[in-house]
Structures are given as C-alpha cells and as structure tokens.
C-alpha cells in the first residue's frame, strides 16, 4: 500500500458527487492505494497527500464552485503530484457517450484539468431524488429526477487510476 494517501477532493451540494468521491476512495483501497475522501472546501493542506483526484457536481452547467476554488487555490501543488478530474450531474446517460464533451459544464472541468496539467478527466452522470427541495432542483426534479450515476464506470476509472499511481511507484 502507498504510505501517503491519495485525496478524493469534492464539491457536492445533494450528497451524489460525494458518494461517488466516496467509491472512488474504495476502488483505490481494493487496489491497495491509501485513500480518503473529503470535501473540497474542508481541505486546507496538499501536505501528506500524494496524489489527487478533485471531482464537482455540475449545475446550471458549471462545475461545483468548492471544486473551481480548490484548483484555484491549490493550483501550484497540484500541479506537482498526479492529478485526476472529474464532473457528475447530467440527468441522463449523455455521460456513456463516445463525446460526453458537448454537456453543459464539461468545459469547466476539462479547463480545471488542463489548469493543473491532470492526467485524466472524465463526466459521471449524476443523481436527483424526487424530493429534492430549492430552485431549481425541485422545479428539475418534476421531470428528471433519477440516478444516473453509473458505480461500475466510477469503480473502472479509479481502478485504472490505481494501476497507474502503482506502475509509478515501482
């Protein structure tokens, strides 16, 4: 297992992103790579962590706001240590596409990537319930609520990002 952990950094408002940050943080377990999970907004160092992979919630398509500040304000560290990227929201499977590039907000995370010289990014679709309360997301869930997040893409991805933090240490 690596000594320092990688951080599976996060901006979330309804709990989906954080939940995918989370099996992210499991995959890379499985794979016998320290991980932990975390909200962006809580993290205040890049100390003791060896690698990154910073994830946000798309809405009204933009990318989370903890996750646009957490790679402005760590930009200079991220771009010493290895760095993945990705965005969850789209409320359909627009993200199992060969181009899910056209759906709204994935030039903010695509932009975040290239900020920090990441070596990876990638859209996960995301999640709505039907109770979900404040504008718009009461308004969208009428209509399009439903989980779209796809847990054995999320596991692929991480697995694959293990593999390389692994092939890299040796």
Same mark, same amino acid.
């Given at each position: 297992?690596?000594? +320092?952990?990688?951080?599976?950094?996060? !901006?979330?408002?309804?709990? !989906?992103?954080?939940?995918?940050?989370?099996?992210?943080a499991?995959?890379?377990?499985?794979?016998n790579?320290?991980?932990?999970?975390?909200s962006a907004?809580?993290?205040?160092?890049l100390?003791?962590?060896?690698a990154?992979v910073?994830?946000g919630? =798309?809405y009204?398509?933009r990318?989370?706001?903890?996750?646009?500040?957490?790679?402005?304000?760590?930009?200079r560290?991220?771009?010493?240590?290895?760095v993945?990227?990705f965005?969850?929201?789209? =409320?359909d499977?627009?993200?199992?596409?060969?181009?899910?590039?056209?759906?709204?907000?994935?030039?903010?995370?695509?932009?975040?990537?290239?900020?920090?010289?990441?070596?990876? +990014?990638?859209?996960? !679709?995301?999640?709505?319930?039907?109770?979900?309360?404040?504008?718009?997301?009461s308004?969208?869930?009428?209509?399009r609520?439903?989980?779209?997040?796809?847990?054995?893409?999320?596991?692929?991805?991480?697995?694959?990002?293990?593999?390389?933090l692994?092939?890299?240490t040796r």
């Open positions: 297992m690596t000594h +320092d952990p990688v951080l599976v950094a996060y !901006g979330s408002t309804r709990g !989906g992103t954080a939940e995918i940050a989370q099996w992210i499991a995959a890379l377990r499985s794979e790579v320290a991980a932990e999970a975390r907004h809580e993290v205040d160092s100390d003791d962590y060896c990154v910073i994830g919630a =798309l009204a398509g990318w989370h706001r903890d996750a646009r500040r957490f790679v402005r304000r760590f930009a560290q991220l771009r010493q240590r290895p993945w990227v965005g969850s929201g789209p =409320l499977d627009s993200t199992e596409t060969p181009n899910p590039r056209r759906i709204p907000g994935a030039a903010g995370v695509r932009k975040a990537a290239d900020r920090v010289a990441a070596r990876g +990014d990638t859209l996960f !679709g995301g999640r709505l319930t039907p109770d979900a309360r404040g504008f718009p997301a308004a969208m869930a009428k209509t609520a439903g989980d779209f997040r796809n847990r054995q893409r999320v596991t692929v991805w991480a697995t694959d990002i293990a593999h390389q692994t092939y890299q």
